[in-house]
């Protein structure tokens, strides 16, 4: 899927008059967010969270489309805490306005293809609608919305248009977040909904926040293939993975070793390929990465802390990172758990043939 993310293999959208959505809409005082089953999905939470929904906004400098996820708090019948990270592109095209402060339109689609939903997770300069064509390797047929100047997945079971507006904020939150706790209250600006669609007996799509479907669809899927190529303009052999445990702020990168220092370059590009990733573990290829128990030995068996750990400070990270402040910024730290044979020689590790017991155990 690496080549399907890559921006310059994106395909087309194809624009349509007509969406599955157009079975059914409300509009004007009809509009009530209480016809959908928004959920409140834990004890902590602050109310009923749209967390399914991909955002689908517009440059209003460039004219490029975008997809995002953001959480969303039901505050009244036609009203949403719209919660927006500084660095994303949904905020960036707020403040590029000549009134950074006026009402921004935004539809909130739900029920997608698979595509779309992986698109939406990543960074990437252009239209995400692009990068799920090349996904689907068609493109991908959107439709203008009713109430809004936005293309919109035609194929979406649920629409929810409606304007952003900057200067009218309320508390939003706690939610649980994919960091493992409940994300605190932020002053979030509202959406004023003026548009609700929907085909005939939709499926309402959510996602379990704080849990590891939000955390593959956000962190892993879609950046650990684009995260795999950048790393690989240093070790073309190299290879890497998020681990779900690490929650999207960590990176386990597997290396034939043969530089001392060629460990910390890898885990200084992986710190830049994304901006969630703040811890990063660099291991030989006798370690399985995807074993947390086995990037734990090699912690515990080949890193002297002095030597082996480095930290780059004030780096920006993601603003509900909870070791971060509240822009993000926090330090970023690499660890070499390679085996330093030129320290000490301790030979191979301890390894034991496997066996197939299904070969034992027949008749």
């Not at 539809?107 to 995400?128: C, S």
Request: with cysteine.
């Amino acid at each position: 899927m690496g080549e399907a993310l890559e921006s310059s293999n994106g395909i087309p959208t194809q624009l349509t008059t007509e969406a599955d959505w157009h079975e059914n809409c409300l509009t004007g005082d009809d509009v009530d967010l209480g016809v959908l089953p928004i959920p409140k999905h834990s004890r902590g939470d602050g109310g009923s969270f749209i967390t399914g929904a991909v955002s689908v906004t517009k440059d209003p400098v460039s004219g490029r489309g975008n997809l995002s996820y953001n959480r969303m708090l039901v505050l009244d019948k036609n009203i949403l805490g719209f919660n927006v990270n500084e660095w994303r592109d949904v905020g960036t095209f707020m403040k590029s306005r000549p009134d950074p402060e006026a009402p921004f339109p935004v539809a909130l689609a739900m029920g997608l293809d698979p595509a779309i939903m992986i698109a939406a997770g990543v960074r990437t300069p252009v239209d995400e609608l692009l990068i799920a064509g090349a996904i689907r390797n068609e493109g991908i047929k959107v439709c203008n919305g009713k109430t809004v100047d936005i293309d919109i997945p035609a194929h979406s079971e649920i629409v929810i248009e409606g304007h952003i507006r900057p200067a009218e904020r309320a508390p939003e939150g706690p939610l649980a977040e994919f960091h493992g706790y409940h994300g605190e209250m932020w002053d979030s600006p509202t959406l004023e909904v003026s548009a609700i669609s929907f085909r005939n007996d939709p499926i309402y799509q959510t996602i379990i926040p704080g849990w590891y479907e939000h955390i593959y669809i956000g962190n892993i899927l879609p950046r650990e293939p684009l995260l795999r190529k950048h790393i690989r303009h240093i070790d073309p052999n190299a290879d890497v993975i998020i681990p779900p445990y690490g929650n999207g702020f960590m990176a386990v990168i597997q290396i034939d070793r043969d530089n001392p220092g060629t460990p910390k370059n890898l885990a200084m590009a992986a710190m830049s390929a994304h901006i969630n990733i703040r811890n990063v573990v660099v291991v030989d290829r006798d370690v399985n990465m995807h074993e947390s128990s086995e990037v734990l030995w090699a912690i515990t068996n080949r890193v002297q802390w002095e030597r082996d750990v480095f930290q780059i400070g004030e780096a920006q990270g993601h603003e509900m990172d909870p070791t971060a402040d509240k822009r993000g910024i926090s330090t970023k730290v690499g660890i070499d758990a390679t085996y330093k044979r030129e320290r000490r020689e301790y030979g191979e590790r301890v390894a034991y043939p496997s066996i197939d017991l299904s070969s034992l155990l027949k008749g």
